[in-house]
Nanobody, 114 residues
Framework: VQLQASGGGLVQAGGSLRLSCAASGSIFSINFMGWYRQAPGKRRELVAFITRADNTNYADSVKGRFTISRDNVKNTVYLQMTMLKPEDTAVYYC?????????WGQGTQVTVSS
């Protein structure tokens, strides 16, 4: 499966962005789809993930501000980001796991100005 992330950009603090992760095939049966981010000089961290049953989980730093969702018809996972903060600045990656292998999208830059 190939993943294509998009939707990043430059936004002021307090603003919103919606990231999209389009898969090359059906995601209906995929149990784990997640968003990660990596800021300069920092390790890549899990931001949020969603399961096949639409269970979601969020990093404490984004709870209440970010929402992950999936559209099995469009084979796309979204990350709605609101009340953005400068510390949310990072390259955001989507990831899925199939048959024990990790598949990553190419990343999309999110920059939040203060």
């Amino acid at each position: 499966v190939q993943l294509q992330a998009s939707g990043g950009g430059l936004v002021q603090a307090g603003g919103s962005l919606r990231l999209s992760c389009a898969a090359s095939g059906s995601i209906f049966s995929i149990n784990f789809m997640g968003w990660y981010r990596q800021a300069p000089g920092k390790r890549r961290e899990l931001v949020a993930f969603i399961t096949r049953a639409d269970n979601t989980n969020y990093a404490d730093s984004v709870k209440g501000r970010f929402t992950i969702s999936r559209d099995n018809v469009k084979n796309t996972v979204y990350l709605q980001m609101t009340m953005l903060k400068p510390e949310d600045t990072a390259v955001y990656y989507c990831k899925t796991v199939l048959a024990g292998y990790d598949y990553w999208g190419q990343g999309t830059q999110v920059t939040v100005s203060s």
